[in-house]
């Protein structure tokens, strides 16, 4: 995407907002509604660019609202070096020129993630084995990150499993966002595809992405989280089964 033309931005300003809305009203999604969305009209790869400095502005503003953060780092660092390794690692793959293949195995991803989200059961880890399973999640969570700019598989399932208090988990969620955030940054520029226009237009989607923020904690005081959720997920099922089987049509 080099051309910043008025639909584009358009499109770019309304996905974030509806983004920042989602993330709002569950606490999470921005990365993924916006990978979805941008991801269908443009690469993979220019989708996952101007994610960049939302998700970052975002999910740093999470990580820093609770009161846990030096005792949570302490927890899951291992996990956050495996993000990072995996991330830079996967991320050649995204940042390659079949954007047919990229766009397939994003959407394939979203759909998996929302069919997961929806019908699995809630899993419970025990402490004795997250030592040795935190890096394993954390490498796998960065190649998926990588290879497709979604962060949450299967960070977000295993942190959930962690038995953590509410406000501790938004936080974990918050650093590990914005640790796969600043590795995907990384393992883009590594790969030379930063753009300057695709960072310009990422730095003023700040600005949808905050005021769909505000906007869905309005909507979350109004609504149930749980029905909102559930109908995210169906949408954003449909959307990544529509990329994963557009190559064949």
Known sequence: MSDLSVPMIAATVATFFVAGIVKGVTGMGLPTVAMGVLGSLISPLAAATLLIVPSFVTNVWQLFAGPSFSSILRRLWPMMLAIIAGTVLGSSFIASSDTILTTATLGGALAF?????????????????????????????????????????PAVPYLQALGLSKDDLVQ????????????????????????????????????PALAGMWAGRFIRDRISPLTFRRGFLALLFLLGAEMAVRPLF
């Open 172 to 207: 974990a969620l918050g650093l590990s966002f914005t640790i796969s955030t600043i590795a995907l940054a990384a393992g883009i520029g590594a790969q030379g595809a930063l753009q300057l226009d695709q960072m310009t237009l990422s730095v003023l989607a700040v600005i």
């Open 113 to 153: 993630y929302s069919l997961y989200t929806l019908f699995a059961r809630q899993l419970n880890v025990p402490m004795k084995i997250e030592r040795w399973l935190s890096p394993s999640i954390g490498a796998a969570t960065g190649l998926i990150t990588g290879v497709t700019g979604v962060f949450t598989l």
